[in-house]
């Protein structure tokens, strides 16, 4: 569970990474080409409907990356409320309740999740 959890958000640091190298390092990108930087027959201009609001992230690269992003955060979500659903069906009601040290833990987590999602996300973004 911890290792899916750090891979899923260093999948999404690794996307941002390459969202913001896109979009302020657009000429020193590593795959600077039309479809990753959106330019020519890719740029939003050039698009159809479906290209622009339904398969947008499959429509240029930063799109793409967004998309990645996104999925995988909301994996990790669903992953975590399927482990508390699980623990849910399994345990009583009283053994079940948050209390504060389940708050705080619940805090730090998510405060180092921020700190390696960043860590991972500034190694990217200098590379690319």
Same mark, same amino acid.
């Given at each position: 569970? *911890? #290792? ?9 640091? *690794?996307?941002?990474?390459? !969202? &913001?190298? +896109?979009? $302020? #390092?657009?000429?020193?990108? =590593? $795959?600077?080409? &039309? ?6 027959? %890719?740029?939003?201009?050039?698009? !159809? $409907?479906?290209?622009? %609001? +339904? ?10 990356? &967004? ?16 482990? =508390?659903? #699980? #623990? ?10 948050? &209390?504060?040290? !389940?708050?705080?833990? +619940? ?6 999740? %921020?700190? %390696?999602?960043? *860590?991972?996300?500034? *190694?990217?973004?200098? =590379?690319?």
């Amino acid at each position: 569970m *911890i #290792k899916l959890s750090l891979i899923l958000v260093g999948v999404s640091a *690794i996307a941002k990474g390459f !969202t &913001d190298a +896109i979009r $302020f #390092k657009g000429s020193n990108f =590593i $795959f600077a080409n &039309d479809w990753w930087l959106e330019h020519g027959e %890719y740029s939003w201009d050039s698009r !159809t $409907f479906w290209e622009k %609001y +339904i398969f947008s992230f499959v429509s240029g690269g930063w799109h793409c990356a &967004d998309f990645i992003r996104i999925v995988s955060m909301l994996l990790l979500v669903a992953l975590l409320l399927t482990e =508390i659903q #699980k #623990k849910r069906i399994w345990q009583s009601y009283e053994e079940n309740r948050v &209390d504060n040290n !389940t708050w705080l833990m +619940i805090t730090g987590l998510t405060v180092l999740g %921020y700190i %390696y999602h960043g *860590i991972v996300f500034e *190694i990217v973004y200098s =590379i690319l």
